[in-house]
């Protein structure tokens, strides 16, 4: 009796599920551009992604900028290079802690009601019913859900990171004393547009891989009355490592073709 692959080597199941999960991607990408495109459900998924995530993610955003800011003056105070505290921080907040921060709360709320939703569906053989009919799922389901994800992301990576920098003014200039005009100074010296754009890329990317990830799980829950759950958790879990590991490369990427700009 042949053994089954996954018992023969330990890691094709997990290769399988990449494969698949890619292969989703790529299935997305492709019917992006099929007409009729879903404009109600696109809206819909848009308007209840905003609002299960605007009210945590600016409440996230405050604390992330006023950590950062209270962190790096306390640094800078004692290297001497408090005019230096405003560039830091709004550099830090713009390039990592905004985009993060949308990734986290797209994958955490967004993310975990788009894959148990999915998950329902296929559970009640909705999903199977659909390509009965020869309607595709990616194309009526997933495809929204993911450009719904990825257009929310960009709008609250924006909110973000305003409301970081608001937050990291406040705690630097009023708690910790900072000057108001060196903060300003330094900002607009070493900052520059491309900053705000790699920001947004990065939430464009992250939002894209949460929709992904998580109608992936929906899609593919595990069997058993738990399945939905188990997919949800799975699917928050996944999207967190994913994203951590694309920060890395489209940051190094980043550093290594845009140079600073000096003082």
Same mark, same amino acid.
């Given at each position: 009796?042949?053994?089954?692959?996954? !018992?023969?080597?330990?890691? !094709?199941?997990?290769?399988?599920?990449?494969?698949?999960?890619?292969? $989703?991607?790529?299935?997305?990408? *492709?019917?992006? &551009?099929?007409?009729? %495109?879903? +404009?109600?459900? %696109?809206?819909?998924?848009?308007? %209840?992604?905003?609002?299960?995530?605007?009210?945590?993610? @600016?409440?996230?955003? +405050?604390?992330?900028?006023?950590?950062?800011?209270?962190?790096?003056?306390?640094?800078?105070?004692? #290297?001497?290079? =408090?005019?230096?505290?405003?560039?830091?921080?709004?550099?830090?907040?713009? =390039?990592?802690?905004?985009?993060?921060?949308? @990734?986290?709360? +797209?994958?955490? !709320?967004?993310?975990?009601?788009?894959?148990?939703?999915?998950?329902?569906?296929?559970?009640?053989?909705?999903?199977?019913?659909?390509?009965?009919?020869?309607?595709?799922?990616?194309? *009526?389901?997933?495809? &929204?859900?993911? #450009?719904?994800?990825?257009?929310? !992301?960009?709008?609250?990576?924006?909110?973000?990171?305003?409301?970081?920098?608001?937050?990291?003014?406040? %705690?630097?200039?009023?708690?910790?004393?900072?000057?108001?005009?060196?903060?300003?100074?330094?900002?607009?010296?070493?900052?520059? $547009?491309?900053?705000?754009?790699?920001?947004?890329?990065?939430?464009?990317?992250?939002?894209?891989? @949460?929709?992904?990830?998580?109608?992936?799980?929906?899609?593919?829950?595990? &069997?058993? &009355?738990?399945?939905?759950?188990?997919?949800?958790?799975?699917?928050?879990?996944?999207?967190?490592? $994913?994203?951590?590991?694309?920060?890395?490369?489209?940051?190094?990427?980043?550093? =290594?073709?845009?140079?600073?700009?000096?003082?």
């Amino acid at each position: 009796m042949t053994a089954p692959s996954s !018992a023969r080597f330990p890691g !094709a199941g997990g290769l399988r599920e990449t494969g698949k999960l890619f292969a $989703l991607a790529l299935d997305v990408l *492709r019917a992006l &551009p099929k007409r009729p %495109f879903q +404009i109600r459900e %696109f809206i819909q998924q848009c308007w %209840f992604l905003a609002g299960v995530t605007i009210l945590p993610t @600016a409440l996230v955003a +405050i604390p992330f900028g006023a950590v950062i800011a209270l962190q790096l003056g306390s640094l800078t105070r004692q #290297l001497g290079a =408090q005019s230096f505290t405003g560039a830091a921080s709004v550099l830090a907040i713009i =390039q990592q802690a905004s985009p993060i921060v949308t @990734a986290l709360l +797209i994958a955490g !709320a967004g993310g975990s009601a788009i894959c148990a939703d999915l998950g329902s569906r296929k559970i009640r053989e909705e999903i199977d019913a659909m390509e009965v009919l020869g309607v595709s799922p990616i194309h *009526r389901l997933v495809v &929204p859900r993911v #450009l719904s994800a990825m257009l929310v !992301a960009v709008l609250l990576n924006g909110m973000v990171s305003v409301v970081g920098v608001m937050g990291g003014y406040f %705690f630097n200039v009023i708690m910790q004393g900072g000057t108001p005009g060196a903060y300003m100074a330094s900002f607009g010296a070493l900052a520059q $547009l491309s900053d705000v754009w790699i920001g947004e890329i990065k939430a464009l990317c992250f939002g894209f891989i @949460a929709g992904v990830v998580a109608a992936y799980r929906g899609l593919n829950p595990p &069997p058993g &009355p738990k399945g939905v759950g188990d997919a949800v958790n799975q699917s928050v879990v996944i999207t967190f490592l $994913l994203l951590f590991a694309v920060n890395f490369i489209l940051t190094t990427v980043y550093l =290594q073709i845009v140079p600073p700009q000096g003082m």
